[in-house]
């Protein structure tokens, strides 16, 4: 039987003309035998198309030339018509592209989708979508774009001061149009983040139940054993990649906020989908409310959650063990991200579950490889390499789940580098409200804690231990405010001529040091990030120093979207080291220079993906990428970039069953 495309393919095949180097061709001057070859293929294909002249609507049969493409292959070039087609510049479809965008498919009409906030464009829908989706008439005659909504948007937040305010008027936004919303963050993420989340998502939390307007995730609690493997289907949407659960009890610096810590698992998310490009109807916010301990929150009739003491014991670890078993039987391959529980609780949670879940504590592992690329940025800052890790006198204020996080990526990176897992534990000085931590205390410290206790000089305080042992280092996880004094920072500033200082703790009222004061009290010598965001400083001298924030933002939205993309099992140690190490390694010369230890967030979806990038190359190296194909690998660049999601507006398509 005949095949147009059988014989096409023999024609082509007939006409190869062999060249030892494509790159390096001249088109211009080809052979004689080279350009006859050219034109039977042109004849060949062009009588099998049934002419060019018809495929391009070129007027007598006007036809193409054939180039030479990048890989050795012929191919036609296009016409001089066929041009990369601009946005429209008049009408209602101004500053839009009428190129073709793939639709979304919808089960809804009129009034349904402009409040669904996964697909309203509100003003921005067009009178075609209007008359289509059958909504004419519901919304104003003037059809805008997205570009005006956005700037009326920051108009209104930047006449505002109070930042709690301009929160509220971004989640109202987030309420009513996710697009837009993750538009305003990927193209302000500089602006928007304090605003979104720390420092201003803590006073958001404190203010929840007040400020409640509309259903956002879920909540499982006590009344909910036995039903949550029902429970997780009231979730509209089929296919969620990341899930951020916290049960309230340690929300940043503020301690136990119950229900209203919901706050954090929105905030997480929504830098989840503008930073690292995971769509916003694969996110899913979760408390598990388990009750609350906070006195206030007990007798505050507006409090939404429940309002009883903590479950503790078997019953506190059983009902998570429900939820995970429930959201994993439904997802099987959704990314949990825990967040925000205590540290009684945390470690022993992570320890259980690692290795069987696709899962990580982002106040642990997070914290833990973002604050190890702030220290790998400050010794390359110190003209020192990655390897001089283990020479370093690290104090860590805090023996918490962050602290103790902190300290096991940073030993575990040094082994990395060579050292014995013994002299890499020397490095460390881990201090609590009682001081060092000494092996005399071991009956009251967890395992992991017990790591890091010092045979000699247990109970040391902070200003003891920088006068014996000259730390050239200083992290705080403590939430108290002003922890690290004057006295305590110039000691330390005299053994150390580059002294790196990160007060980690949030929001800015927890920070044990601000930069101002560490620059001041170092004579701008150390290197500084912090947990909360902090002016530029302007030195006596005329120096200006800009200080970066140790956000875990550069860290878990990498993560997520590289180990939900290749399909891993779990989130190794290794994955977080990479993490690290790719984005400290992004940070360039001039930002150190500036005093900066991490990128300017203006970068963070570029950041992310080389993060995802190189936590993708682990899993294949490990074998754990099992959703990547050949053609995926040979370019995970292109792959990671084509898979992130893009706020942009797309055409809306009614489904609809047709019966005969």
């Not at 229900?259 to 929504?270: D, E, F």
Request: charged share 25%; glycine share 8%.
């Amino acid at each position: 039987s005949y095949s147009p495309r059988r014989r096409h393919h023999r024609i082509a095949a007939s006409f190869v003309v062999p060249i030892s180097s494509p790159a390096i061709v001249d088109t211009q001057n080809l052979s004689a035998q080279t350009a006859r070859a050219e034109e039977e293929m042109f004849k060949s294909a062009a009588l099998l198309r049934g002419g060019l002249s018809r495929r391009w609507g070129r007027p007598g049969g006007a036809s193409s030339s054939f180039r030479m493409m990048s890989n050795g292959s012929w191919g036609e070039s296009l016409p001089d018509e066929y041009v990369e087609e601009g946005d429209e510049t008049e009408g209602e479809w101004k500053g839009c592209t009428r190129k073709f965008l793939q639709p979304i498919s919808v089960n809804s009409r009129g009034s349904e989708i402009l409040n669904n906030p996964l697909y309203s464009k509100n003003t921005a829908f067009k009178s075609g979508e209007r008359d289509r989706l059958r909504f004419r008439g519901l919304l104003p005659p003037r059809a805008m774009n997205m570009e005006i909504q956005k700037e009326r948007v920051l108009e209104e937040i930047r006449a505002e001061e109070s930042m709690i305010r301009k929160h509220v008027i971004m989640e109202d936004v987030h309420d009513r149009n996710e697009t837009l919303y993750h538009r305003i963050l990927v193209d302000h993420m500089e602006e928007m983040a304090p605003i979104i989340y720390t420092p201003t998502v803590g006073q958001a939390c404190n203010e929840f139940a007040m400020r409640y307007r509309r259903p956002r995730g879920m909540y499982f609690s006590e009344e909910d054993r036995g039903h949550m493997a029902a429970m997780v289907y009231n979730w509209p949407q089929k296919d969620v990649r990341v899930i951020v659960v916290t049960d309230g009890s340690r929300i940043l610096g503020l301690g136990d906020l119950g229900a209203n810590g919901m706050g954090i698992p929105i905030g997480k998310l929504s830098l989840y989908c503008a930073a690292g490009g995971i769509a916003p109807h694969r996110v899913m916010p979760v408390v598990l409310d388990v009750g609350t301990d906070n006195e206030a929150l007990l007798k505050d009739k507006f409090y939404l959650g429940v309002q009883k003491p903590r479950l503790q014991g078997s019953s506190y670890y059983h009902l998570v063990d429900e939820f995970l078993q429930a959201v994993r039987h439904r997802w099987p391959d959704v990314l949990i991200q825990f967040e925000d529980f205590s540290s009684d609780k945390a470690q022993k949670i992570l320890n259980k579950y690692r290795d069987d879940f696709l899962c990580f504590n982002d106040d642990i592992q997070g914290t833990g490889a973002t604050t190890l690329a702030g220290v790998l940025g400050g010794l390359r800052a110190k003209g020192e390499q990655p390897a001089s890790l283990g020479d370093q006198r690290i104090l860590i204020a805090g023996a918490g789940s962050a602290g103790i996080g902190v300290a096991q990526v940073l030993m575990q990176a040094m082994m990395e580098h060579g050292r014995s897992e013994e002299e890499a534990r020397e490095c460390f000085f881990v201090a609590d409200q009682n001081g060092l931590l000494g092996t005399e205390r071991l009956g009251e410290l967890s395992d992991e804690q017990a790591t890091f206790a010092r045979d000699a000089d247990g109970g040391l305080s902070l200003s003891e231990i920088v006068n014996k042992y000259k730390p050239t280092m200083i992290l705080g996880m403590t939430a108290v405010g002003g922890l690290f004094t004057e006295r305590l920072i110039r000691d330390m500033a005299k053994h150390c001529e580059r002294p790196i200082i990160f007060p980690l703790s949030n929001p800015t009222t927890k920070a044990e040091c601000t930069a101002e004061q560490a620059f001041e009290w170092t004579d701008g010598r150390c290197i500084f990030a912090s947990g909360s965001p902090f002016d530029p400083v302007e030195m006596d001298d005329g120096r200006t120093f800009r200080p970066t924030q140790c956000n875990n933002m550069f860290v878990f939205p990498g993560i997520g979207l590289g180990a939900t993309l290749c399909g891993a099992r779990t989130v190794s140690d290794r994955m977080l080291y990479v993490a690290a190490e790719a984005l400290a390694n992004y940070v360039t010369e001039e930002e150190l220079a500036e005093g900066k230890v991490f990128p300017n967030l203006s970068r963070i979806r570029d950041v992310s993906k080389k993060v995802a990038i190189a936590v993708i190359e682990e899993a294949v190296r490990t074998g754990q990428a099992s959703r990547l194909t050949e053609k995926d690998l040979a370019d995970l660049d292109g792959f990671v970039t084509k898979k992130m999601y893009d706020p942009i507006y797309v055409p809306l398509v009614e489904k609809r069953e047709i019966s005969i």
